[in-house]
């Protein structure tokens, strides 16, 4: 069974642009998870999407949106990029609803700012 | 907001050696999770408490989560090489994950 698949694996991007990632999780999995890692702040949570619908949100600004579509596959985008963006940006998946199923994480995507 | 933090947050240790990682918070949670997570991996989950006092073994790995639910230990015996890498704790309140500041794990040769 193919794992959680992110890509793309490495993006630089300009301070001011928007940028796209994008999750396929595991098959027959319907919850998806973001979660933006820093060396300064460790790992964070975005937000969840189940069934299409995005179920829980963290504390981060409006400028971080998701969705997700009927084949469960996800994509994140971030607007008007900021220099603190550059993170790896990790995508989870799991059965059901995440707090009540293992997550398994993809490989993630490494966004840089300059 | 942090909610967890761990410590310690660097370890180098030998190969044989036993180590303690430690996950604390003033919060409650409904459960707490350990991963591992490897250089250009994602975490990997390695075992999930969900009962205050629980103490769960994995061949060398022993988890603990204390009685409050509030923190945990993962206590490694004789650790190797293929230990090395960054633990993370997650706990889990609503249906929320929190997680740890992480502790990065080098085990030399």
């Not at chain 2, 967890?4 to 044989?16: A, C, N, T, V, Y």
């Not at chain 2, 975490?43 to 769960?56: D, F, I, N, Q, R």
Request: glycine share 10%; aromatic share 10%.
């Amino acid at each position: 069974k193919a794992g959680v698949t992110q890509t793309p694996r490495y993006l630089i991007k300009t301070r001011g642009q928007q940028v796209t990632l994008s999750c396929s999780p595991i098959s027959g999995h319907r919850s998806v998870s973001w979660y933006q890692q820093t060396p300064g702040q460790g790992l964070q949570f975005l937000f969840e999407y189940f069934s299409e619908t995005q179920r829980n949100k963290g504390n981060f600004p409006g400028r971080f949106s998701g969705r997700q579509f009927s084949n469960s596959r996800s994509e994140m985008n971030v607007s008007t990029l900021e220099l603190g963006d550059s993170a790896l940006y990790l995508c989870a998946s799991s059965l059901g609803r995440t707090a009540a199923n293992e997550q398994f994480f993809g490989p993630g995507t490494r966004l840089t700012v300059l | 907001t942090q909610l967890l933090e761990q410590s310690p947050q660097f370890l180098s240790i030998q190969e044989g050696e036993n180590l303690t990682v430690y996950c604390n918070s003033s919060s409650v949670f409904s459960s707490l999770q350990w991963y591992r997570q490897e250089p250009g991996e994602g975490p990997v989950l390695l075992v999930t408490v969900v009962t205050g006092g629980e103490v769960k073994k994995l061949k060398r790995l022993t988890f603990q989560f204390g009685d409050a639910r509030k923190d945990s230990s993962l206590h490694i015996t004789a650790a190797q090489t293929g230990d090395t890498g960054l633990y993370l704790c997650a706990g889990v309140t609503g249906n929320q994950f929190y997680f740890g500041t992480g502790t990065s794990l080098t085990v030399i040769p």
